[in-house]
C-alpha cells in the first residue's frame, strides 16, 4: 500500500475558482492545508465570509475576489487583486 506524500506549498498562492462551497471549497483547504495562501475567486459573494474563515483556519492568507471567468476583464482584475 503506498503512503501519501504531503507537498509542501507553503510560499505559494493557489488561486481556484469556484471555491465559495463545494469540490472547489474541498480543493483550496486541501491547497491551505499544504500551505498555500488562497485567493477565492467566484461569483457568490454572499458565500465568502463562510469560504474565507474555513480557509483561514488552516493558518494562511486568503482574499476574495468577484470573479466571473467568462469575462476577460474580470479575469485580469482578479489576478492584479491577487498580485
Do not use: Q
Not at 486541501?30 to 463562510?50: H, L, S, T
Not at 483556519?57 to 489576478?79: G, L, P, Y
Amino acid at each position: 500500500m503506498n503512503k501519501c506524500n504531503v507537498i509542501d506549498l507553503t510560499g505559494k498562492v493557489a488561486i481556484i475558482t469556484g471555491a465559495e462551497r463545494g469540490i472547489g471549497l474541498a480543493l483550496a483547504k486541501g491547497y491551505a492545508a499544504a500551505g498555500a495562501d488562497i485567493v477565492i475567486a467566484g461569483m457568490m459573494e454572499e458565500e465568502f465570509p463562510n469560504a474565507e474563515a474555513i480557509v483561514k483556519a488552516e493558518n494562511v492568507d486568503c482574499i476574495c475576489v468577484k470573479t466571473d471567468v467568462s469575462n476577460e476583464e474580470s479575469v485580469k482584475a482578479m489576478v492584479k487583486a491577487t498580485m
